[in-house]
């Protein structure tokens, strides 16, 4: 996500925070890279100005210039005004005075409207609100399928009056049929094109009348840059959007829609949506997306995730069993699980303090879904008690390990060698002496343990 632009945003301010006191040369000299990292990450031209002119304002000045401290003031004041781009605040969902809240999601073919449909569900679900989802795209093949399959894995009900009705008639029944289930939500998935014309405004315009949403979501993928923000303005023109939700960000090395289409639209975005899992969805705050775009990680979000991730009782069962020297290979599989279920790592990693720049430098195969999916089948080919007392694995059980696992020998050694240094480090850490050490490394880091 940003990777493009965060690489070259970091080192334009890295410079400037290395330098102390500043000439003005310096910073239009800076301020210049800047506006060109932007426009390459097709960052609205208007956007970007507008941008560059606001930080301008806030640094030209004789006394933070000649601060010792100025390079540092920029990095905030160009954190500041990313935030600002980018919305400023997080806003929730707009919920109904009655129950069911109606979200009508729209938009064009391919932006992920019907998964994002179930995104949401899946949401609401895990918070334990009755959700239904209503099947009104009746024009694009297998749409109703897919939501059936989607509405299936979030543990929604899925409304369904097949294709042989108008989308209106299908929306404004299945609307008194999700008030029947007493629904806490509904949301409605309606037909998209592969552009807009007017048989599809029209469309949307008629099932926005007849079910009074709520929430008007606008789906569009951040992949498509400036278009994205060309699509949401026309949609806004006719249809009227409450929010928007940016697709594939996970894939977007540019990050132009994401940081456009607010400045321009007025339209707040509301979630972003990170790979096809249907737990692949989050909520857009823009302070944090400021702080991964300048590298600064995102330990809120590291921490929510982790949370939802590794209960509470795991924990405790964990810590008990490094602290009685029983953590075993079974302990290793359910730990690679867990940290797979928090998404890839490139993500996880970018929420690191400092990691963000390092992680391309990382060699090959350090750390990487691959890596993980392998030590997976490796321990999965081991028996249970091989599991547990790994020290009794000799050649020729390593052999049987590597052709049960489709993988080598010196790929079980590799994986028992790093077992070990893990274990043996969590014995130190467990101790009261490792304790100590530990303290004394976090205070001469400082205060923030992510520091590197």
């Known amino acids: 996500m940003f990777e493009v632009l ?4 970091t080192g334009v301010l890295n410079r400037l925070g290395n330098k102390g006191r500043l000439t003005e040369k310096e910073i239009d000299e800076a301020l210049r890279e800047i506006r060109r990292a932007l426009l390459e990450a097709d960052v609205n031209y208007k956007v970007a100005r507008t941008f ?10 004789d006394e933070i210039l000649s601060s010792i401290a100025a390079g540092q003031h920029i990095i905030k004041v160009t954190n500041d005004e990313l935030i600002a781009t980018l919305g400023g605040d997080n806003y929730s969902l707009n919920v109904g005075v009655k129950k069911p809240s109606v979200i009508l999601v729209v938009g064009l073919n391919g932006s992920g409207k019907t998964t994002t449909c179930g ?30 399959i989607m509405g299936e894995q979030a543990g929604a009900n899925v409304i369904d009056y097949g294709n042989n009705h108008s989308a209106v008639y299908v929306a404004e029944n299945g609307i008194e049929m999700s008030k029947r ?10 037909a998209g094109r592969f552009q807009i014309d007017e048989e599809l405004m029209t469309e949307l315009e008629d099932i926005k009348t007849a079910v009074s949403p ?3 979501l606008l789906v569009v993928d951040a992949m498509t840059g400036q278009e994205a923000v060309n699509v949401a303005q026309e949609f806004h023109s006719r249809i009227g959007i409450t929010g928007l939700v940016l697709t594939k960000m996970d894939g977007d090395a540019r ?11 007025g339209i707040p975005v509301k979630f972003i949506g990170v790979g096809e899992k249907i737990d692949g969805l989050d909520i857009f705050y823009p302070d944090r997306i400021a702080s991964r775009i300048l590298g600064m990680g995102d330990v809120v979000s590291l921490v929510e995730k982790a949370q939802s991730t590794f209960d509470e009782e795991q924990i405790l069962k964990l810590e008990s069993k490094i602290k009685n020297s029983q953590f075993d290979l079974e302990d290793f599989l359910e730990q690679i699980r867990s940290l797979k279920k928090m998404g890839p790592m490139n993500q996880i990693l970018e929420m690191i303090p400092g990691f963000a ?3 391309n430098n990382l060699a090959s195969g350090e750390i990487d879904d691959a890596q993980f999916a392998k030590s997976e089948a490796i321990i999965c080919s081991m028996t249970p008690d091989e599991r547990r007392r790994p020290q009794q694995i000799g050649g020729s059980r390593r052999r049987r390990i590597a052709k049960g696992s489709g993988t080598s020998a010196q790929d079980v050694n590799q994986l028992l060698n790093q077992f070990k240094q893990i274990n043996n480090l969590m014995k130190e850490m467990a101790s009261p002496k490792g304790n100590k050490r530990l303290m004394k490394m976090m205070e001469q880091r400082g205060t923030n343990p992510f520091q590197f």
């Open 52 to 61: 560059i002119n606001s930080i301008k304002q806030k640094v030209n000045d």
């Open 357 to 359: 720049g390092k992680k």
């Open 181 to 190: 289930s007493q629904s806490d939500w509904t949301i409605v998935d309606t």
């Open 255 to 265: 990050g132009g829609a994401a940081l456009s289409i607010t400045s321009v639209t």
């Open 119 to 148: 995104k949401l569900a899946n949401k609401f679900v895990r918070d334990g609100e009755v959700t239904s989802l209503i099947a009104a795209d009746v024009h694009r093949p297998a749409a109703i399928e897919q939501l059936k």
């Open 6 to 9: 965060r690489n070259k945003l």
């Open 214 to 216: 709520d929430e008007v």
